[in-house]
C-alpha cells in the first residue's frame, strides 16, 4: 500500500501549493510506513518532475499525452485513479485548488473511496479510526471526518499544511493508461491567461479593500501596498458589482474562497458572506474607521483609523524597512 499525490502543472511548472501537497502526502506515508508516489499529466521537464523528490516523492508517474495537453476533468480523474490502482495506492492527496475541486470527488467515484475536501491538518489515527479535520459551513467551522474506506480521497486547503522538504532521490516513470473516448466528452481547447499576477487561491498574502475606499481612483494606494508586500490584491462583493474592481478580485462566499497566510481587510466591514470566504486566513489584519466593524470580531489584529491615513503610513514604513 502507498500514497498517491496528483501534482497539478501549468505551463510545465509546478505551483507552490503542490510542493505543499506532495509534503502532506509524504507526512502521510510517513505515518502509515509507506512510500509516496506522485502522478504528473501532462508536458512537464524531467528536472522539473525530478524536484518533487526533494518534498518526499520517490517515484514520479509522468504522463505526457497531446490529448492531456490541457486540463479535462473527466480524463484527468481517469487518469488518477488508473495510477491509484497501478500503485495499490491506500491514499490519494490532491490540492483543493479550483481543477482539485473537480477532480476529487470523481476520483473518489472511480476508486470508490471515502473524501474529505478542504482538509486542514494530517488525519489522525485513532483506535483504528482515520480522522481528518476539515473546513466546513464555507469556512466559519471544522468538521472531524471519519473516512471508514479502503481507498481513501484527500484535497489539502492551500496554505494549510506548508511545505516541509524531506529529500529523496526520485525516479521518473513513463505512465500511459488506457484513456477512453467518453472521457472527452468535452475538451478544452486553449487556454488565455488574463493576467500574470498570483492567482488569489494561491496566494500567501491577500490585500483586500471594500467600498471604504470610496471609489476607484483610490486603488493606487492599496497595489502599491500590495507591490511593496508581494501580496496579492482583492476586493469585496460590492466593490466588484460597482465594476470598481474586476470580478476576479472579488473574494468572499459567492467569489473566491481563500487561505492565505496574511490576508489585510482595508475598509472592509466584514458581511457575513465575506467573512465566510477569507476566515480560513491565518492571520487576518482589518484597517476600519468603525470601531463597531464586524470584521473586528474575528481580526487577529485591528487598526482603527482612516484608510487614507493609515495605509499611506504603511508604505512609507515599508519602503523605510526595506531601504
Not at 46 to 61: D, H, I, Q, R, W
Amino acid at each position: 500500500m502507498s500514497v498517491l499525490v496528483y501534482v497539478e502543472q501549468v505551463d510545465g511548472k509546478f505551483k507552490k501549493s503542490v510542493f505543499e501537497a506532495v509534503s502532506y502526502a509524504k507526512a502521510i506515508a510517513d505515518i502509515q510506513g509507506s512510500s509516496l508516489t506522485a502522478i504528473s499529466i501532462g508536458n512537464v521537464g524531467e528536472a522539473e518532475l525530478k524536484e518533487l523528490g526533494k518534498y518526499g516523492a520517490s517515484k514520479v508517474l509522468n504522463v505526457s499525452n497531446d490529448q492531456l495537453k490541457n486540463f479535462v476533468n473527466q480524463a484527468y480523474a481517469s487518469v488518477i485513479a488508473e495510477a491509484a490502482k497501478k500503485e495499490n495506492a491506500a491514499v490519494v492527496v490532491l490540492s483543493n485548488s479550483f481543477s482539485g475541486k473537480g477532480l476529487a470527488p470523481r476520483v473518489a467515484v472511480k476508486l470508490e473511496a471515502g473524501l474529505v475536501d478542504g482538509a486542514v491538518e494530517l488525519p489522525k489515527l485513532d483506535g483504528g479510526q482515520f480522522l481528518v479535520k476539515k473546513t466546513a459551513f464555507s469556512g466559519k467551522a471544522f468538521a472531524i471526518t471519519e473516512l471508514t474506506s479502503a481507498i481513501k480521497v484527500i484535497a489539502l486547503n492551500p496554505n494549510a499544511f506548508g511545505v516541509k522538504e524531506s529529500a529523496v532521490e526520485a525516479t521518473v516513470e513513463a505512465f500511459s493508461p488506457e484513456i477512453k473516448a467518453t472521457d472527452f466528452t468535452a475538451i478544452v481547447k486553449e487556454i488565455v491567461r488574463a493576467t500574470n499576477k498570483v492567482s488569489l487561491p494561491d496566494a500567501e498574502l491577500v490585500v483586500s479593500a471594500g467600498r471604504g475606499l470610496k471609489g476607484p481612483e483610490n486603488w493606487g494606494m492599496i497595489e502599491e501596498l500590495a507591490n511593496l508586500l508581494g501580496a496579492a490584491t482583492a476586493c469585496s462583493k460590492p466593490v466588484s458589482d460597482a465594476d470598481w474592481r474586476p470580478h476576479s478580485e472579488h473574494v468572499g462566499q459567492t467569489g473566491i474562497a481563500i487561505s492565505p497566510n496574511l490576508y489585510i481587510a482595508i475598509g472592509i466591514s466584514g458581511a457575513i458572506q465575506h467573512l465566510a470566504g477569507v476566515s480560513s486566513s491565518k492571520v487576518i489584519v482589518v484597517i476600519n474607521i468603525d470601531p463597531e466593524a464586524p470584521f473586528f470580531k474575528v481580526a487577529d489584529y485591528g487598526i482603527v483609523g482612516d484608510a487614507f491615513v493609515v495605509v499611506p503610513k504603511l508604505i512609507e514604513a515599508l519602503k523605510a524597512h526595506k531601504g
